[in-house]
């Protein structure tokens, strides 16, 4: 959309009825205006609103009367709101994009300041004449100590310390070592000081961060320029809403939290931050209890499923990480979220091997952002549908099961064709309602699908006479460690597919490892290729 601002500013007023004329012409509807300023002052946008939605920007040349009234003439409001980003000037670039001047004035929401027409005419005149008041707004008042301390709990709310300031960290005695900073400076002859801003918001608690001596130092000192005062603001609002969120997880329950990192086509795989552990357990209640528990870390991440030693390395790996969850788990009643990360058959082989007695928690991890951490608080578990189930019969021995849930590919049909001309088998499908890395949007919806497997493989043994089962699947981390955990020795054996490609450069599937009961436990081996 073209805006007002690419064009010279409207220099009579003349020029804004003609500029009025051309809105209602357009159909450009409006209900409201605002004012954004940069500081220092190169830049005065006006910023019409329709129901807080920016439909257009533009500017004017006139007197500050003539400026003031034209605003008004814009809205029905007695009030106009102004705002104003402190510390840094609009780019020209900036200035004719209305997505650009929508992130400015969301940065700018602490720096503002709500005028009439009689007010907003003598703030234009002091800031073209840059009339800045002498002396510092009011003093902080008891009760602005006692709220600024209590948003704080304490603690310097400067991004990434958070030390306690209630007791000294040589001596150990106890008081007081945090200091009351603004973001808009109290007075407006200071660095960050704005006209009439810094005496209005001299004793709002809004305005106002509680530091260690090193970060108050830091912004008032050594660095005033790369601290302006919307990047405070934004400062503080994190502080508060991690500070709380962080508060939140006191009732929470404790959860282990493990990392199973398997080798992926040599990639090396992120590990997931303390914010997105918090998010993956809070969905369920759980917090963190203690540090995060490395049991496999993209080692061998040089090899890749083609190898000949890849195989048979992740089966010893996956046995060693099945044993150390079932000893570090078996004295605790504390639940346990994995995050794990591998080939699709290795974590179906985990989740077999480890088994759903203790109730492990697989946790998502997104395939393109590499974000971990579920995208619903919803529990929508009835997410997949089975096909082909009526086409069996009650003597089967061998079949097909596909999982569709992040795609179907074209080596579904290669696969299944190939075992069909060989073995005449049958395929059941089971594909997800909506296709995506987070059709399994929710641990609970995770147990309902595991449960829902678990009975039909028990159907599949015990009415249509299946010992084999060939599983071809597309599906995310999580939801392939739930399909494992559906497997016990109830149920038949299971030959587990991964991608490949033939000779003649086919896309298909083969079977790379084998899950059977034996003498009382599972047991993992590597199927020839």
């Known amino acids: 959309m073209t805006t007002q601002t690419k064009q010279y500013p409207l220099s009579s007023n003349e020029d804004v009825g003609l500029y009025k004329t051309f809105l209602n012409k357009s159909g450009i509807n409006y209900n409201n205006i605002g004012i954004l ?14 129901n807080e939605i920016i439909v257009d920007l533009f500017r004017m040349n006139l007197d500050a009367e003539d400026f003031s009234n034209n605003t008004f003439s814009f809205t029905s409001s007695n009030k106009v709101e102004i705002r104003v980003l402190q510390g840094e000037y609009i780019t020209g670039e900036q200035l004719i994009s209305i997505e650009s001047i929508k992130k400015i004035w969301n940065r700018a929401s602490e720096q503002k300041l709500n005028v009439n027409q009689h007010e907003l005419k003598h703030y234009i005149l002091r800031i073209w004449n840059e009339v800045k008041n002498a002396g510092r707004g009011c003093d902080f008042t008891i009760e602005t100590r006692r709220i600024v301390r209590e948003t704080s709990h304490g603690r310097c709310m400067y991004k990434g310390c958070g030390i306690k300031l209630t007791i000294d960290e040589i001596t150990g005695i106890e008081g007081n070592y945090g200091y009351l900073a603004h973001n808009v400076a109290s007075s407006e002859q200071a660095a960050r000081g704005l006209i009439a801003l810094s005496g209005k918001l001299s004793n709002d608690p809004n305005n106002i961060l509680y530091l260690c001596d090193k970060h108050h130092r830091l912004i008032d000192k050594i660095a005033v320029s790369t601290h302006p005062a919307h990047l405070l603001s934004r400062m503080r609002k994190e502080f508060i809403e991690l500070s709380e969120t962080l508060l939140d997880g006191l009732k929470y329950q ?13 990639n090396i795989i992120e590990k997931p931050t303390n914010s997105q552990i918090y998010s ?30 890849y195989w048979a390395l992740m089966i ?27 080939a699709m058959p290795t974590l179906i082989a985990l989740g077999a091997m480890i088994g759903n007695k203790k109730g492990y928690i697989p946790i998502l ?43 179907e590919p074209e080596a579904f049909k290669n696969a299944s ?3 069909n ?61 739930y399909l494992g955990m559906a497997i016990d020795r109830y ?27 034996k003498e009382g436990k599972t047991s993992l081996t590597r199927c020839k290729f």
């Open 316 to 342: 010893k790996s996956i046995q060693r990480i099945s044993d150390s969850l079932a000893s570090q788990c078996a004295s605790t009643d504390k639940s346990v979220a994995l995050f794990a990360f591998g």
């Open 365 to 407: 991890r997104d395939r393109s952002s590499g974000q971990w951490g579920w995208v619903n608080n919803k529990q929508e578990k009835d997410f997949f549908n089975i096909k082909n189930l009526d086409q069996l019969t009650n003597n089967e021995e061998e079949i097909i099961i596909s999982f569709a849930f992040t795609a």
């Open 417 to 419: 064709r190939e075992l």
């Open 491 to 517: 149920h038949p054996d299971i030959l587990l597919y991964e991608y490949a490609d033939t000779t003649g450069g086919l896309k298909t599937m083969i079977p790379v490892l084998s899950l059977s009961y």
């Open 37 to 50: 300023l940069d500081e220092p002052t190169y830049n005065i946008i006006l910023i019409l609103f329709s």
């Open 254 to 266: 404790p959860c282990l939290t493990f990392l199973i990192l398997f080798p992926v086509r040599g």
């Open 280 to 309: 993956s357990l809070s969905i369920k209640n759980l917090r963190q209890s203690g540090k995060i528990s490395e049991l496999i870390s993209n080692e061998t991440s040089h090899l890749d499923e083609t190898d000949d030693l």
């Open 421 to 481: 001309n060989k073995r005449n088998l049958k395929r059941i499908e089971i594909i997800a309602k909506k296709l995506g890395n987070d059709c399994l949007s929710h641990p609970d919806a995770g147990d309902y699908f595991s449960h829902q497997l678990q009975q039909l493989f028990h159907k599949l043994r015990e009415e249509n006479k299946v010992h084999r089962i060939h599983i071809l699947p597309c599906m995310s981390n999580a939801a392939s460690v």
